[in-house]
């Protein structure tokens, strides 16, 4: 089957220092900028065009687990293991809220469409929906039994799907937090812990990758598993890190993106499973954590886990 073909536009290097580690990487709602947020407490701001950096933000006192632009492109959201959310004004590169109430560590978050709503995940094994305008917790949900490594909204806000280090994908109505539905995959009578969830374009599936290293498409009304994505060769993706994932539509084609633990970026089509083409994504093999997408995947930017960042233009379908 033809694949999608990419060229690199631009490649730098986040950090100098060695010792920091980078969990994320997040294009801005147009494209303009892009951020990244590592170990060192730093949120780095980019133009993308240039590759300058144009802000570095500090505050947090621990490493940054996550960030996340508001659709309307005004504001970030930055998570942290100091046990805090920061909301910053991308006009002026200043906090101008911090939230407070998780009891350990911050790992994800997420906004709602318009902006108005944050949702947090944490090792406190709960969730929050926060009012980001007042800055005040809305609602708790007692959602797991271990670390909340990834949670997603669906496109009309109505349903939040949390992974965790249990083993569990919860599904949740945002309105009440009730839990609408439950997602394990047992295979032998143990479960791995889940390291990602992303909803489908239509909210029908979630795509959960998870620490066995393979990526599973869920039809969670149904509560079954109807695709498994496994890496080069049938290898591993992912057995130690937690690595996101994207969907895709190149082309008239549906495709799913992950990086893996090797330095490659990995594309799939959903339906046939097949691996169509994997990229070089950092040249020394350092895991790539993240991979964001821009236009459905007309551009594509990378982080590995040393800072290595690629940013590729879609040049066509091989044939």
């Known amino acids: 089957m033809a694949g999608p073909s990419y060229v690199l536009r631009s490649e730098l290097k986040s950090s100098a220092d060695p010792q920091v580690k980078f969990s994320t990487i997040k294009f801005s709602p147009s494209g303009d900028i892009f951020a990244t947020c590592a170990s060192d407490d730093a949120i780095r701001i980019f133009s993308t065009e240039s590759t300058r950096l144009l802000s570095t933000l ?114 949740f109505d945002t309105e009440t937090g009730f839990c609408l539905k439950t997602l394990i995959y047992d295979k032998g009578g143990s479960s791995f812990p889940i390291s990602h969830v992303k909803l489908s374009p239509n909210s029908k599936f979630v795509l959960s990758s998870s620490l066995d290293g393979v990526l599973r498409l869920w039809d969670y009304m149904n509560n079954k598993v109807v695709k498994t994505y496994k890496g080069v060769h049938g290898g591993s993706i992912a057995q130690k890190y937690s690595l996101g994932t994207n969907f895709i539509t190149l082309n008239g084609e549906s495709l799913i993106n992950s990086g893996d633990e090797h330095g490659r970026i990995l594309f799939w089509d959903i339906q046939s499973k097949e691996l169509l083409l994997n990229l070089d994504g950092c040249d020394d093999g350092s895991p790539i954590v993240h991979v964001d997408s821009l236009q459905n995947g007309l551009a594509l930017i990378s982080i590995s886990l040393n800072g290595h960042i690629k940013i590729w233009d879609y040049a066509g379908h091989l044939q």
Do not use: M
Request: charged share 25%; hydrophobic share 35%; glycine share 6%.
């Open 58 to 171: 500090s505050g947090h006192r621990s490493g940054v687990s996550d960030i996340v632009f508001s659709p309307n492109g005004k504001y970030l959201a930055s998570c942290s293991d100091d046990l805090t959310i920061r909301i910053w004004d991308l006009e002026w590169f200043e906090c101008i809220k911090i939230l407070k109430s998780h009891t350990y560590h911050v790992n994800c978050l997420q906004f709602d469409s318009r902006s108005r709503i944050l949702i947090s995940g944490s090792s406190d094994e709960s969730i929050r929906v926060w009012d980001c305008k007042r800055g005040r917790s809305l609602r708790t949900l007692s959602a797991h039994s271990d670390a909340i490594s990834s949670i997603d909204l669906s496109f009309d806000d109505t349903i939040i799907v949390s992974g965790s280090y249990d083993g569990l994908i919860r599904l």
